[in-house]
């Protein structure tokens, strides 16, 4: 689930915590709304934070803003 709180991209993955799952299922989510491949997108900082930078190869930025409705 994707949303907009506070201008923030907020979202919620069912995938644990655990050895980087819920990293993985956030690359996963953002690829298919962005419309590239998984291994295009990346947590750049934050892998043990709530708070995550994701770096999204591939697109441009305002058709990635678009894509996430921002």
């Keep these: ?3 907009i709180e506070g201008g923030v ?5 069912t995938a644990p915590p655990v050895d980087g ?3 993985r299922a956030l690359c996963r989510l953002v690829a298919k709304r962005a419309g590239v ?3 295009r997108v990346s947590v750049v900082r934050g ?3 709530r708070d995550k930078l994701v770096r999204v190869e591939g697109v441009e930025l305002g058709t990635l ?3 996430l409705g921002l």
């Design 37 to 39: 491949a998984p291994s």
């Design 9 to 13: 991209l907020q979202a919620r993955v």
């Design 1 to 3: 689930m994707l949303g």
């Design 47 to 49: 892998e043990k934070s």
């Design 21 to 23: 799952k819920a990293n």
């Design 65 to 67: 803003l678009a894509a």
